[in-house]
């Protein structure tokens, strides 16, 4: 299934089985195995492959593939990323001629930058190099229904592993060799049934299914299986120290933000929400556990994050209010002739969006961001932490989040229906810091935790709507005294007042939502604020 990513980049869904043959083994014949009807003649390439990595092998830890190929049907760079937790893969390429000129000491030519700024996140400030090199004699053979239609390719590889010229320090657990391979890929018209019915031929017939894991991994050896340098967090209970239960925190979501980056850099619906949100649960988290962190070093990392989701604010602040203004639109009575003040909002969204876009991928391109990488990477594996954090964290969590909860307490109780805006939006942000305070103890502390967490998410919910509404009154309100913008407006007093009319009522409409939603948290606050949902607390 053929898509696009970042410029110059195209992508591929890679559905597969990989067995393993002894060497001389002949396929059986895949005719009749499910749908197949008929199987091609054999065409033949030899391939070359240098794959690349860093030193400590990074992408092969994270189950990613970097390679450069030449020969074969597809030849050009070559960049595998794991699908969730499948065992798909997609595969963005670039041609052969986007690679840059090879760096001091080895004749490889250097990574193509589209597919170094998609591995930022993984590699940080390390350099890419030429890791190994397989030479292999592939004989494809594509399985066709009784219409013709091709459900999938099986291709035979005969691999012969060499260690690159000019290689680093990343190819010491290469050892050359040989080994055989068998790869079924489905194609445009197979399914998962169809893949399942060859395989079991293949296995009747003698092949061995075996663990999915790529030809590069498997001439590197035991170091391109080795713990990504961030793993998956180990789990906590009430007994675990507090140290143990911040490493686990910040190493959820150092992996989000990581996860995240690459959705942003392809494009990905809600992406750059979710990384910012990653962001800003991990500077939450910091504040929260200040008490048990070497201070100064919290503050500054928290000063970083603050920059990275500032720098991703006004992509994601716009996509919100493109989807806030557009169902007001849609809302106005059908009186208001909105036609021309709809043209003047989308062309503001549309540049909005543009240039916020432009900010985050700059931001995620600097030396800035791969410098904070590379601290988040020591956040996650090996923060520093106080004597307080060795106590339990039965004994010592709860009292963090009741500081975080008094503080919201008292914001809440100083609201007025009538006050400004900010004091409204202060609120929000310290409602998100309790329930992310709730949340980030809820492993150790269990349901009660969970609970609370949703009761305060209440709060954040309908203060997280207001924000969204004052800001959009606010932005309708510049636009329609903006002069900058007058070019833009329909000629004609009659036309002007349709436009200023229709701003205007979406503008009101904004305000009105403002005034419901103070109303509403007023409404829900004596059931979110009641002492059952804070026992835990002590």
Known sequence: MEGATSAGVSTSRESERKFSLGQGESLPDLAGAGRVASVDEVVAHDMVAVYYDTADLRLAREGVTLRRREGGADDGWHLKLPVGSSTDRDELSVPLADGGDPAEGTSHPTVPKALTALVTALVRISPLGPVAELR????????RDAEGRALAEAALDDVEVVVPTG???????VVPGRFRELEVELLDDGDDADLDAVSDVLVAGGAVLGAQVSKAKRALGDPATALSDVPEPDEVGPRSTAAELVRA???EQVRALRRHDLGVRRGEDDAVHQMRVAARRL??????FRPLLDQAWADDLRGELAWLAGELGAARDGEVLAERLAAALEALPAEVDAGDATRLLREHLVEQHRDGEAVALAALGSERYAALLDRLVDAATSPPTTPAAEGECREVLPPLVR???KKLAREVSALRMAGDDDSWHDARKTAKRVRYAAEAVAPALGKPAK???????????????????AVAADVLNHLATDRSRALHLPRGAAAAAKVGFALGSLHAAQRAEVRVLRADLLDIWPEVSHGAHRSWLG
Do not use: I, M
């Open 136 to 143: 292999t004699h592939r004989e494809v053979r594509v399985l």
């Open 167 to 173: 290689a680093g320090p990343g190819s010491a657990g």
């Open 249 to 251: 925190y910040a190493a």
């Open 283 to 288: 500077r939450s988290g910091l504040r929260v």
């Open 403 to 405: 500081k975080a909860w």
């Open 451 to 469: 609970r609370f967490a949703k009761q305060v998410e209440r709060v954040t919910e309908v203060l997280g709507q207001h924000q969204d509404a």
